[in-house]
């Protein structure tokens, strides 16, 4: 069996001293097609055993970390307190301010955005699909700070504004947003560019500045993409408070 090690990437993003995050890739990893390489999601159909290498192999590459709180993701907008144990919660967003416990969200397409309060007292990660970000997941998560201008948000590797093609309701979901969020596709159908709408939402909320945004999951084949290969793996985008 090959090595699990996996490919990281770490957010370009100014964090609090004993603050860690980090984003993985397709990179490494034992899965075999057409989960290759490095999925971290055990929904998908893929080989449980080989899942639990690559999420084992994960936690020993990431310093200060304990445990990681997996989730079960349902585009909802529950937010719930990391908390520890064997259960995987239902919930779409978790927050912590235990050390080394990390926060994981689940993506392949939709958006992740890691939160950390600016003195480094509590993290949090959310899975924010169109349907979680019109509904409101960002802002409950953003809730469970006490002030939202002290907090730092990153927002990680999502389906970009060239590839992410949506209906009219997605338009009227985000009634609220300005037009250089979508713009004209084929026919009836728009272009919609979810960082633009995430950072929109989160600074209007409150949020001093929001970084990252940069990637696109479809044409990057860093990445797993749904919209690309409909039966694929899962990343992970991390944050936590390091023991």
Known sequence: MPSAESGLLIPDWDLPAGIGAAITTREGGVSLPPYEHNNLAL???????RVRLNRQCLWQQ???????QW???????????ACGESVVPEADAQFSDRAGLACAILTADCLPVLFCAADGSQVAA???GWRGLAAGILLNTLATFPDPSQVRVYLGPAIGPDAFEVGPEVRKAFAWAPDHCFRAGRGDRLMADIYALAR??????GVA???GGGFCTFSDERFYSYRRQSQTGRMASLIWIQT
Do not use: F
């Open 71 to 81: 989730l079960s993701q349902v585009h909802g907008t529950t937010v719930i307190k």
């Open 62 to 68: 990431l310093p200060g970390v304990q445990g990681i």
């Open 200 to 205: 929109l939402q989160l600074l209007r909320a």
């Open 43 to 49: 929904h998908v159909a893929d080989d449980a055993a």
């Open 126 to 128: 959310a899975h924010a």
């Open 209 to 211: 500045g929001v970084a």
